[in-house]
């Protein structure tokens, strides 16, 4: 047995794959399963490509505007409505046009107005969702998967893994981690939990012998005007951003339901989320602001 | 047997949507689908002092078994419970009051003849019970020689928020009563009660390891509300008690749990007070303290207080037939305080859970807090033990 790496980029992140194999053929088939799989979710559900799917069934949004959709967006959908129960409509994939409003770029708060009008194209509740169809009744409304995608990708390309033969690897999607199976000696994959202020040196290690590690964070660059921080976290029901944790990190039997844990962790915000994270029982890692960090898993 | 929590079962089942190779069954692998659990205990009332009774002294004595299921039903999608209970109950009861010669109360009890026997049957249906936004649709049935009780109800459990959560629901029961040897004691030949009750709560989740509870409750009970074995002595002669025909009471409540994780211990505190327009008002106050010791051991040691204040119509006896519409003296009516102390040690092994516990409670009239001072000669105390198991299946 021989440990095979493979890097790429896809889903706007820096992407490796490690695999344990007889040979580097059996590993190299891998690679090219995990990485179309996760290409082809990218190609699919990507919010920053017009020629996606999800791109196109957004165009045209209003009152007449239906989409049937396939039964892996189906499950997304029904996954993201079970977030946003759980979140009291914290979490919410139609929040794009609010927490563009709050980008650190902008350099300016939003007006009242830009605030108002983007709020009339934001809420889940306004979906008319009856499997498999959908409705986005209000025109310029539009919904995509951020939270929980790039988790399920992981997941699948661990599946896909498997399927193409290899059983001790692990997939890394830009810090979101879906183990194909333990090393080939049964010891757990170690993995680095790493601050999104320093990214080059991990606060904490953990041991995964399977499941998944998914990181939350306030990462993009914070809008800061006359000296008051604006965080990226918009409560999606007031349109104004609110404190919350710096990072989130939680591990599940899959990379899916811990990116989906820590996602919604950072929007309850710092009281609420470690009431949720707590209550679910999972190992978590959450640093505030301050850099300090608490939960049940170690900090280095 | 830990479960996992309501959200994480949430979460899982979702995934397994998407996920089926990862989470197939997934709300289901890390929990029993069904959950039975069986209860034997055994019920002791204390008896009274030969010096203040006539009859025989031995008061009552309940032996239950009690059988639950609790089984998850269309992958997590439905719960249904049903609980079965049968008690055999023997002994004798306080019957009536008299004055005796210095007009101190002499309790006479009904003599040790009653044997009987109560089967009930319960079920509760549930509409997603894994997620915090839930309702329960119930119904139950009881019957004994003399009395039987049909009752449903519905409630809902809403999640306002990560942090509030709403509940509020509804009752009606319906109860038949036919009492043993009515023509020859002269007692109501059959009768019927109705009880119609609401409640609403809120909880709050304060932190990472306390919840807070605050609710109202409501009943109306209307009908015959009297207890037909019961009698008065009044003026010279011995009546049948007399209640009024209706009874509406309101309560509120509230509970605090915390959790210390570190130590794998929890506390619950509870107060509850409690007021009917027959003059009646109770406090209650509770706290018990759960305590893991690892190896699947825990120990719950609780306290429990109870002060009630009597009834406008309660009194032992009336000396004098003075024309008043209602009278009692049952007990369960005076000024009373009680304190209860209990433990219960449970070990789990596996899917099993084995428990046993000891109650013991004492009332006196001193122990209350307000009330009138008529006094309370049948007060009861008794001792409970209980032992049972827990079992999981897929």
Known sequence: ?300 | MKRPSTSLSALLGAAAALLPSIHAGAASTDEATTLMSYRFSDYDEDALAPASVIGDGRRYHVLSHELDVDSKLADGQYGLKVNATHEVMSGSSPWFVLPDEHGKPIQVLSGATIKDHRSALSAAFTTDPTTSTNTTYSASYSVERDYSALAAGIERSQALSGMLTLGYGGSFSHDLIEPTDAVAYNRIQRATKNTASGFGSLAWVLDKSSVLQAGVQLNYEHGYLTDPYKLYSYGDGLVPERRPDARAQGAALVRYRRSFADIDASLHLDYRYALDNWGLHSHTVEVSWYQGFGNGWRFVPALRYYSQAAARFYSPFALVADGRNFYSNDYRLGTFGAFSTSANLRKALGRWELSMGVERYHSAQGLALDGSNEPVPALVNFWRAYAGFDIGFD
């Open chain 1, 1 to 300: 047995m021989r440990l095979y790496r493979f890097a790429f980029s896809s889903m706007g992140c820096p992407c490796e794959v490690q695999f344990e194999a007889e040979d580097e053929a059996t590993a190299r088939r891998a690679y090219t399963v995990a990485r179309a799989e996760v290409d082809r979710l990218d190609a699919k559900y990507s919010h920053y490509r017009s020629d996606s799917w999800l791109a196109r069934a957004c165009a045209g949004a209003g009152p007449d505007h239906t989409v049937d959709v396939d039964a892996e967006t189906a499950s997304l959908l029904d996954f993201a409505a079970t977030l946003h129960a759980q979140s009291g409509g914290m979490f919410d994939i139609t929040a794009a046009p609010l927490t563009r409003l709050w980008d650190g770029r902008n350099e300016r708060l939003p007006t009242p107005e830009e605030i108002a009008d983007a709020r009339a194209r934001v809420g889940w509740e306004r979906i008319d969702w009856q499997r498999p169809r959908l409705r986005l009744p209000v025109a310029g409304m539009r919904f995509d998967f951020g939270g929980v995608v790039k988790e399920y990708a992981a997941d699948r390309a661990a599946v896909c893994c498997r399927a193409a033969g290899v059983v001790h690897g692990v997939i890394d999607l830009g810090g979101d981690l879906a183990v194909v199976g333990a090393h080939h000696d049964g010891q757990p994959w170690l993995a680095g939990i790493k601050l999104p202020s320093n990214p080059g040196v991990p606060c904490a290690n953990v041991e995964l012998p399977r499941g998944g590690l998914a990181t939350s964070g306030d990462y993009e660059r914070a809008l800061v005007v006359d000296g008051k921080r604006y965080s990226h976290i918009v409560d999606p029901r007031s349109g104004w951003p609110i404190e919350s944790f710096a990072s989130v990190s939680v591990i599940a039997d899959s990379c899916l339901v811990a990116g989906a844990a820590s996602t919604l962790a950072i929007l309850l915000g710092t009281d609420e989320g470690a009431a949720y994270l707590e209550g679910l029982g999972l190992p978590h890692l959450c640093i505030d602001q301050t850099g300090s960090a608490s939960g049940s898993i170690a900090r280095l």
